[in-house]
């Protein structure tokens, strides 16, 4: 790096593109499971997808963390992209040979249900 200026807006650069990378992972899952996600791995891969990517990061900005979601940027994508814009839950359970226990779920239908969300 030329100078701090310079440090300061690549570290910005790397972080958006870290925080559009985590809200990139919530749609991944397993392909035995989830059709269309080896699919949407390619649509994250393509080389369109980063230049969207790369025009909605801001140098001296950032978003709310729900804007980091790809339904918020599948549009810019094209028509095709539009039918990975999906919602639903995602639920895990697994136990250790004591008996304990850990219960994740991944909420994300805002428009049905009640609305209470899990911390």
């Given at each position: 790096?030329?100078?701090?200026?310079?440090?300061?807006?690549?570290?910005?650069?790397?972080?958006?593109?870290?925080?559009?990378?985590?809200?990139?992972?919530?749609?991944?899952?397993?392909?035995a499971f989830v059709?269309?996600?080896?699919?949407?791995?390619?649509?994250f891969l393509e080389?369109?997808?980063?230049?969207?990517?790369?025009?909605?990061?801001?140098?001296?900005?950032?978003?709310?963390?729900?804007?980091?979601?790809?339904?918020?940027?599948?549009?810019?994508?094209?028509?095709?992209?539009?039918?990975?814009?999906?919602?639903?839950?995602?639920?895990?359970?697994?136990?250790?040979?004591?008996?304990?226990?850990?219960?994740?779920?991944?909420?994300?239908?805002?428009?049905?249900?009640?609305?209470?969300?899990?911390?």
């Amino acid at each position: 790096m030329s100078n701090a200026t310079d440090l300061n807006v690549t570290t910005q650069w790397l972080v958006e593109a870290i925080k559009f990378a985590y809200g990139q992972r919530g749609d991944l899952a397993d392909p035995a499971f989830v059709s269309n996600v080896t699919a949407l791995e390619a649509l994250f891969l393509e080389k369109n997808t980063g230049a969207v990517i790369r025009s909605l990061i801001k140098n001296n900005g950032t978003y709310q963390p729900e804007e980091y979601d790809p339904s918020t940027y599948f549009s810019l994508l094209g028509p095709d992209a539009l039918a990975f814009n999906e919602s639903g839950t995602s639920h895990m359970v697994t136990a250790d040979e004591d008996g304990l226990v850990v219960s994740p779920y991944h909420y994300c239908q805002p428009l049905l249900g009640s609305s209470n969300h899990g911390s």
